[in-house]
């Protein structure tokens, strides 16, 4: 399975601020999916990033609130853009590979 | 389209005795199925998948899950339970378009 670096681990942003989220994978990967875990809850898809094409948004989310870059087949970054105190959640980025999904240790957002 | 019920939110066993997690899934498709577990201020961890193979699969730390189909249903089980197991427990069903996730079971260990 592949290995992934996600970075930061945590962070505590002002609000209207922006946090940039980096995910690089140890093996080149088609798909790469970002995930939104809010305060107990459980995880929800954000958008799924293809590289060489704009990334696909799920119903709840927008490019221009979470802007998502995919230079190559193994790094992607997610922006939160003008947080706000809902956003303070836990950030994940997946792959899948061989038949497994595998996921970054996540990035822990507090906003203030 | 695809969607994941976890039944029971917490789940409380006392150590030695057998754990049962229950998920029920709908899906359009021959479904790809999930356990994960994420350990307190951990990234979550793959327990077992059914990816269409054999019904019974087994994962790791002795847990293992049943697909039946008739019941749509793809229950976590482990025969005896130990302290290291309290976590939280994600049925996840995935497909083409990525994984839906149940909303996590809560598994407490009582000494």
């Known amino acids: 399975s592949a290995v992934i670096s996600q970075k930061p681990s945590r962070d505590i942003c002002q609000r209207g601020t922006s946090l940039t989220i980096q995910c690089q994978v140890d093996?080149?990967?088609?798909?790469m999916f970002w995930y939104r875990q809010q305060p107990g809850q459980s995880l929800t898809l954000i958008a799924t990033a293809n590289q060489g094409s704009e990334a696909t948004y799920e119903s709840g989310f927008v490019i221009d609130k979470f802007p998502i870059s995919r230079p190559n087949l193994t790094f992607s970054t997610l922006t939160v853009s003008n947080m706000s105190p809902e956003d303070s959640s836990i950030y994940l980025c997946?792959?899948?590979?061989?038949?497994?999904?595998?996921f970054g240790s996540g990035t822990r957002l507090t906003v203030v | 389209a695809q969607s994941v019920t976890q039944l029971d939110s917490h789940v409380s066993v006392s150590e030695g005795t057998p754990v049962l997690l229950r998920c029920n899934y709908s899906s359009s498709y021959s479904p790809s199925l999930f356990w994960y577990v994420q350990h307190p201020n951990k990234g979550l961890q793959l327990l077992l998948k059914y990816t269409s193979a054999a019904t019974l699969v087994k994962g790791i730390n002795g847990f293992e899950a049943e697909f039946k189909k008739s019941e749509t249903s793809f229950h976590l089980t482990k025969p005896s339970a130990h302290m290291s197991d309290a976590a939280e427990y994600f049925c996840v069903v995935g497909g083409a378009d990525g994984l839906t996730f149940g909303k996590g079971t809560h598994l407490i260990i009582q000494p």
């Open positions: 997946s792959v899948n590979r061989g038949g497994g999904y595998t």
């Open positions: 093996s080149q990967v088609t798909m």
